[in-house]
């Protein structure tokens, strides 16, 4: 596992960590919620971890960022003017007004769909998925199979926070996957 305490630009990661607000029991007995709501608000904090998401990528020459929604569109167009590439939303169904191409992917109880334009990607443009939190992988296995779809090829995906105690990355073995904090349990 990555050193969770700095990046490779010297990013104190334990004060990014000290930034984000521990909510026990939401949204449900038993589950302590990140919120990085807190993180947001602080100028400073926001701004270094914006820098450290985008550098990572900062040499791979970047067509796109693609976010999901909802806080993907927080980060992604910060990431994508840091890295000088486009950002494209990848949204829930009906909520995007041109023609779509959709995915359905399995849930742990049910299914979902995301939505992407038909011409939001051109085929061989390179592309990074970018959202706030990586739990299980699923979402983020998702978008990428559905941007492959329109022929992009994924330069990476980037998060803010991953919970290694889910082992997300095993869902997404054949990408590139950073994240800036770790989270055990």
């Not at 990046?7 to 990661?13: H, I, P």
């Not at 329109?150 to 990476?156: H, K, Q, R, V």
């Amino acid at each position: 596992m990555p050193n969770a305490s700095s990046t490779k630009t010297g990013v104190n990661c334990e004060h990014l960590k000290n930034l984000i607000r521990e909510v026990p029991d939401f949204p449900k007995p038993g589950i302590l919620f990140y919120d990085i709501t807190t993180l947001l608000k602080d100028k400073l904090g926001f701004a270094t971890l914006i820098d450290a998401l985008s550098e990572h990528y900062l040499a791979k020459d970047i067509d796109l960022v693609l976010g999901m929604e909802a806080r993907g569109f927080i980060f992604g167009p910060a990431v994508a003017y840091r890295l000088n590439a486009g950002f494209v939303p990848v949204r829930k169904p009906g909520k995007l007004p041109a023609a779509t191409t959709k995915f359905d992917y399995a849930l742990e109880y049910g299914t979902n769909t995301l939505e992407i334009h038909r011409d939001a990607i051109q085929k061989g443009q390179r592309v990074v998925i970018v959202d706030d939190l990586l739990a299980t992988g699923g979402t983020a296995a998702a978008t990428a199979k559905l941007a492959e779809s329109l022929g992009a090829e994924i330069a990476g995906m980037g998060f803010v926070v991953e919970l290694d105690f889910l082992n997300p990355r095993e869902k997404l073995k054949q990408y590139d996957v950073f994240s800036l904090l770790h989270y055990d349990k």
